[in-house]
């Protein structure tokens, strides 16, 4: 058995329901009584030390000088800026996690926790968990996917002081550059944040993508404090989404209550579009909503954040954490789950891609067509003057909402105003079945 033993309240930590960083990451004595302690007749303690990625925002080149630390940390793009864009992976085994957080800028808890968590693991019992035999789940890590919008975001707060407030979202920091958001290009992959990311996922081929971000209560930032707003709460995710493999909705939903039994803040079960129901039709142009298409589950946790700045900041950042640790021992707790999750899901892809025998695609942009199906992972081959797609692929559903206009998802879609994304919308392009 394991416990925590909370600290009296700490000045160096902002008020908030819980004192979350008192209790969990300040400092905890650790007592595991299933330790043989013949020896010392005392209990076995652990020391966790202050780490200033805890208590303030991380300017870039912070950020850099964590990663660029990590052993195992490689550049894998550059945002439009040419800031780069990192991959770390820690552990190996036959389970793979992924983390993907900074997607939008004015996100920072997510990406602290991210900094922190290669050392953390390091821990026996890290914020409590169990993680001493810690041997299926590899861990990938993606901890900034929009570092120009982290950029922006932290001059914009430097330059008012580091002050939270309301007023205090910007729109220019949450998006790339650009000015478009990375969760709305995940069917045409244009933004070079985006196409890092996919070809990270395409590489690891993950069981599981935890999706970190952080909300906005309007009325809810300082000093205008309202309780009854959605404020000191986490919110979390799954995938109830129409045409999602089964077997890949059930443990996002398992997970995701697994993840919400072990987190400070109270939760909120949502879907992401809203009042979703169990078979929700949703447009696939987010991470959230486009991943589980490609044989991941998927689980999004948010944390109240956007606009605060660095207060409440050491909550904000454990709850993350929480997210992350309770997500690797569901993992570790349902290899067998997991492992026939994705057996099912190569299965079904294959008898979804039956009822077509390819597709031939012609147009003046076949360059740029054939590098956005690779992106996805489809594969195809030169075919006269065109591209030929033999069906079934590894991803079937994703090349029929690609490629297939007459798709039932597609037709679906197209009478919701949600889509398609067919290629041919996206590029110029045509394709049609292969006899």
């Not at 894998?76 to 991959?87: A, D, F, K, L, N």
């Amino acid at each position: 058995m394991f416990r925590v033993n909370p600290l009296p309240p700490s000045p160096l930590s902002p008020p908030s329901p819980g004192r979350i960083a008192q209790t969990a990451l300040l400092r905890y004595s650790c007592i595991d009584h299933d330790t043989d302690t013949t020896h010392s007749r005392q209990p076995w303690r652990v020391e966790v030390k202050l780490h200033p990625a805890l208590f303030r925002l991380l300017d870039f080149p912070g950020v850099v000088a964590y990663f660029d630390g990590v052993r195992d940390a490689r550049r894998i793009g550059e945002s439009q800026e040419r800031r780069p864009i990192y991959h770390i992976k820690i552990r190996s085994g036959e389970l793979r996690l992924l983390v993907v957080a900074g997607i939008h800028g004015t996100e920072p808890a997510p990406v602290n926790a991210c900094a922190l968590l290669p050392s953390l693991l390091r821990e026996r019992y890290p914020l409590g968990f169990n993680f001493e035999r810690l041997r299926e789940v590899e861990i990938h890590i993606v901890p900034l996917a929009n570092p120009d919008g982290f950029a922006r975001n932290y001059r914009y707060f430097a330059e008012r002081g580091f002050s939270p407030h309301w007023s205090h979202v910007w729109e220019d920091a949450r998006f790339t550059s650009c000015g478009e958001d990375i969760n709305g290009d995940w069917m045409r992959l244009r933004l070079p944040e985006t196409r890092a990311l996919h070809r990270v996922f395409n590489e690891v081929d993950p069981h599981v993508v935890l999706d970190l971000h952080e909300f906005y209560a309007k009325g809810g930032c300082p000093p205008r404090w309202a309780e009854e707003t959605e404020g000191f709460r986490a919110t979390l995710t799954d995938v109830p989404y129409r045409w999602v493999n089964g077997a890949i909705k059930e443990i996002s939903g398992e997970l995701a209550r697994a993840v919400a039994e072990r987190l400070d803040w109270e939760p909120k079960m949502r879907h992401f579009s809203g009042g979703a129901s169990e078979d929700f039709l949703a447009a696939p142009t987010c991470l959230g909503t486009h991943l589980p298409y490609e044989g991941a589950a998927k689980v999004l946790v948010e944390t109240w954040g956007v606009a605060l700045g660095p207060y409440l900041l050491p909550d904000r950042v454990t709850i993350h954490l929480q997210a992350i640790l309770a997500t690797l021992e569901f993992m570790e707790e349902h290899k067998d789950e997991l492992l026939a999750m994705k057996e099912e899901w190569r299965r079904e892809e294959r008898e979804i891609g039956r009822s077509r025998v390819g597709f031939l695609i012609r147009g003046e942009e076949l360059e740029e067509a054939g590098e956005l199906l690779s992106l996805h992972g489809i594969s195809w081959e030169r075919r006269g003057e065109g591209l030929f797609v033999p069906m079934p692929q590894v991803r079937s559903r994703m090349a029929l909402l690609l490629l297939d206009e007459d798709c039932e998802h597609n037709r679906d879609l197209a009478s919701r105003h949600k889509g398609p994304y067919t290629l041919n919308r996206l590029l110029r392009v045509e394709s049609e079945v292969a006899g």
